[in-house]
């Protein structure tokens, strides 16, 4: 079974806080990771993605990636209130199946 | 215009009624993908096409079928609809040949309604 587990949430940080997002992931096959941000009533939209060991950067977010402990995380730094949303951890697994959590609704508070 | 295209974007139906989402994109990848998303349950893969003969099942095609009819396009049936089945459907493509990130290209979602 494969499985992809965030926490749980609901978060809220203050402007101009770091958000700390976590994700794991039941299967050491698996190729690919990504977060995507959905708005309220809206499709998801890719912010990052990430394929080896280590961090990843892209202005204010970082994606971190731990193979061995089978754990993805996004920081979002200097969060503001367009950061509000549901963050949704993605893993694509061998065969291009693209599997997801259940999301983690942000708020960030001005 | 979108690049992914699903149609209807709402829709009321009753219990047993036969319903079919469309779902269209002018963004030449092969492969395409049927969501559906409910409150707390994130996105779940119903079907998956990786060319026109090629339809796979998800995690949950139970109570669903799909037909890709050309390249561009991917439908969605629910051939008696139950009220279960009322969710946001999202239709998605990809295309691995991408450099990167093979990532996910979604539509505006259908969100459908089982009374």
């Known amino acids: 079974q494969k499985e992809v587990e965030q926490n749980s949430g609901p978060l809220s940080v203050p402007e101009g806080a770091i958000a700390s997002l976590n994700c794991t992931y039941s299967?050491?096959?698996?190729?690919?990771f990504f977060w995507y941000r959905q708005y309220s009533g809206k499709s998801p939209e890719l912010i990052m993605s990430i394929y080896s060991n280590g961090d990843k950067e892209d202005g204010r977010f970082t994606a971190q990636l731990n193979k061995a402990s089978q754990y993805v995380s996004l920081l979002i730094r200097d969060s503001q209130p367009s950061d509000s949303a549901t963050y949704l951890c993605a893993v694509r697994w061998a065969g291009n199946q693209f599997y997801f959590g259940t999301g983690t609704s942000l708020t960030v508070i001005p | 215009d979108a690049d992914v295209t699903q149609t209807p974007r709402n829709r009321i139906t009753k219990t047993g009624k036969r319903i079919m989402l469309e779902c269209s994109q002018t963004?030449?990848?092969?492969?395409m993908y049927w969501y559906r998303q409910d409150p707390g349950l994130g996105l779940r893969l119903i079907y998956y096409s990786f060319d026109v003969k090629d339809i796979n099942k998800g995690e949950i095609s139970d109570g669903y079928s799909v037909s890709r009819q050309a390249q561009a396009k991917f439908s969605l049936s629910l051939e008696s609809a139950i009220p279960n089945q009322t969710a946001l459907y999202f239709c998605?493509?990809?295309?691995?040949?991408?450099?990167?990130?093979?990532?996910?290209?979604f539509g505006e979602g259908s969100r459908l309604t089982v009374l």
């Open positions: 963004k030449g990848h092969d492969r």
């Open positions: 299967d050491r096959g698996s190729q690919s």
């Open positions: 998605a493509t990809s295309d691995p040949r991408l450099a990167g990130t093979g990532e996910l290209f």
